[in-house]
């Protein structure tokens, strides 16, 4: 399995949606590990002006697919509940 990388923005935009939602929701919204977002958060607590300075790739789109899957999975389990009282 290939590693994910991911941009200095995109880590960051991760971190400021912490500030609203707990870790558990932001990390099923992103398909995300919460050690991999757990140490982000301290590495940019450490030195936020030099933290992410490494290459990455922005995954935002796989994420936001990743998400709807999710969905349409409970989507689907919800229909096929409901369709047993029809």
């Known amino acids: 399995m290939k590693r994910r990388r991911f941009d200095r923005e995109f880590k960051l935009g991760i971190l400021r949606e912490l500030e609203g939602k707990t870790l558990v929701q932001v990390c099923k919204e992103h398909n995300l590990i919460q050690n991999v977002v757990s ?5 940019y607590e ?3 002006y030099e933290s992410f300075s490494g290459k990455g790739n922005l995954w935002k789109e796989e994420a936001k697919t990743a998400q709807y899957e999710r969905l349409i999975g409970q989507l689907y389990a919800e229909i096929t509940f409901y369709q047993d009282f029809l």
Not at 39 to 43: A, D, F, I, L, Q
């Open 39 to 43: 140490r982000w958060k301290k590495e």
């Open 46 to 48: 450490k030195n936020p």
